[in-house]
């Protein structure tokens, strides 16, 4: 086995804290504008990235982790570094979600990757509280745009802040699901999680 990927255990420790020194540095240094980790959900692996502004990105396995982290270096920088200790609010604040031991995130949010109308739209979602559901006509009409109902289905869509920004707290007007970017099981299992609270 080659060296650069280490079965002993203690080698794995070993590469962790090189890891954590060397995003230390470059943030101390100020050469680490993105930081991700990944970890583990009941809707599957998710991939979290923040910004010196907030959490800037939710992404599902099925989204590609590795394009996820490219896109990043592509639109916001390529300092980009696996720093997981960056994201350990997060991550925790997300295991209590879904340990049922939190209704509200508590986290700075960066909404850079989306503007205009779809940022408005996600700047409301985050108003719409734990348990609780509206229609794409409602939010629609809540952002000043009543007849913009597919333009709030592409913000949903394209939310790259999904469970944090809770666009799964969406749906039709006939009260049926609609889209959801995880899928709809994820979708269903996000809201019976909050109904059961």
């Known amino acids: 086995?080659?060296?650069?990927?280490?079965?002993?255990?203690?080698?794995?420790?070993?590469?962790?804290?090189?890891?954590?020194?060397?995003?230390?540095?470059?943030?101390r240094e100020g050469l680490l504008d993105v930081a991700y980790r990944q970890v583990d959900s009941p809707v599957g692996p998710l991939l979290l990235a923040t910004t010196p502004r907030g959490l800037v990105r939710v992404a599902y396995s099925f989204e590609d982790l590795d394009g996820v982290v490219e896109d990043l270096a592509q639109r916001l920088s390529p300092r980009v570094l696996h720093a997981p200790a960056r994201l350990d609010d997060a991550a925790r604040q997300l295991e209590e979600y879904f340990s049922r031991a939190r209704t509200r995130f508590d986290l700075a949010v960066d909404l850079t990757l989306s503007r205009g109308f779809r940022r408005t739209v996600l700047e409301y979602l985050r108003t719409i509280g734990y348990g609780e559901t509206e229609s794409y006509a409602e939010v629609a009409g809540h952002v000043g745009n009543p007849g913009a109902?597919?333009?709030?289905?592409?913000?949903?869509?394209?939310?790259?802040?999904?469970?944090?920004?809770?666009?799964?707290?969406?749906?039709?007007?006939?009260?049926t699901l609609g889209g959801y970017l995880g899928g709809l099981p994820a979708k269903e299992l996000l809201l019976s999680l909050e109904r059961a609270a």
């Open 149 to 175: 109902v597919r333009a709030v289905g592409s913000a949903c869509a394209t939310n790259p802040l999904p469970i944090v920004v809770p666009c799964h707290r969406v749906l039709r007007s006939d009260g």
């Open 1 to 27: 086995m080659s060296a650069l990927f280490p079965t002993d255990p203690t080698d794995a420790a070993s590469l962790d804290r090189l890891r954590g020194r060397l995003a230390d540095d470059a943030a």
